[in-house]
């Protein structure tokens, strides 16, 4: 009788193991499935929001002419953090050329969200190009941003022409940036 009821119990605990696995993975692919945001080929989403920090406000709109790579970190986390000085290698290398950087802070942790401390990790970072804040998703969540660091380039007509998850392909980066800067508009 005891084995019966132990038998009876595993049944029970598996059967509602799968249940929870079935309907997460229906929910992630049900998610994935209707994720709007960056999809290779398709006008990128706006990057407006704020407040910025190194520059006045900007949109993509204001920006059509010109390469755009958004890279979407948190001074937090130590893959943006190693990220940051290739950023800043392209970004004294290509901004004459038309390549403009726009670094949407989206925070982590509660921490990451005082301007304060943003504004000081932008110093501290040397980070030149523009930053804007993004505390509540709302660029992340256009873009359909799911990890940081995740790279997005724009071409001088506004569709994403790339994009990229984590650190490292920077000469894959830099090939598709050097590409799309000798594109004409």
């Given at each position: 009788?005891?084995?019966?009821?132990?038998?009876?119990?595993?049944?029970a605990i598996g059967l509602v193991?799968?249940?929870?696995?079935?309907?997460?993975?229906?929910?992630?692919?049900?998610?994935?499935?209707?994720?709007?945001?960056?999809?290779?080929?398709?006008?990128?989403?706006?990057?407006?929001?704020?407040?910025?920090?190194?520059?006045?406000?900007?949109?993509?709109?204001?920006?059509?002419?010109?390469?755009?790579?958004?890279?979407?970190?948190?001074?937090?986390?130590?893959?943006?953090?190693?990220?940051?000085?290739?950023?800043?290698?392209?970004?004294?290398?290509?901004?004459?050329?038309?390549?403009?950087?726009?670094?949407?802070?989206?925070?982590?942790?509660l921490w990451e969200r005082p301007?304060?401390?943003?504004?000081?990790?932008?110093?501290e970072r040397d980070i030149r190009?523009?930053?804007?804040?993004?505390?509540?998703?709302?660029?992340?969540?256009?873009?359909?941003?799911?990890?940081?660091?995740?790279?997005?380039?724009?071409?001088?007509?506004?569709?994403?022409?790339?994009?990229?998850?984590?650190?490292?392909?920077?000469?894959?980066?830099?090939?598709?940036?050097?590409?799309?800067?000798?594109?004409?508009?």
């Amino acid at each position: 009788m005891r084995r019966e009821r132990g038998a009876t119990i595993g049944r029970a605990i598996g059967l509602v193991l799968s249940t929870v696995v079935i309907f997460t993975g229906l929910f992630w692919a049900a998610a994935a499935q209707n994720q709007r945001g960056a999809r290779i080929g398709q006008p990128a989403p706006e990057v407006t929001g704020g407040p910025w920090i190194n520059s006045e406000p900007l949109s993509l709109n204001g920006l059509r002419g010109r390469v755009v790579l958004v890279e979407f970190w948190t001074y937090g986390c130590i893959n943006c953090n190693n990220v940051i000085p290739q950023l800043r290698d392209w970004h004294t290398r290509y901004e004459g050329t038309g390549l403009t950087i726009v670094g949407v802070h989206s925070p982590e942790f509660l921490w990451e969200r005082p301007f304060d401390r943003v504004t000081a990790a932008v110093r501290e970072r040397d980070i030149r190009y523009a930053v804007v804040q993004d505390n509540d998703f709302a660029i992340w969540k256009r873009f359909g941003t799911w990890a940081w660091p995740t790279a997005v380039l724009v071409d001088r007509r506004g569709v994403i022409r790339y994009t990229h998850i984590g650190e490292g392909a920077y000469p894959e980066t830099e090939a598709m940036i050097r590409r799309l800067l000798d594109e004409q508009g």
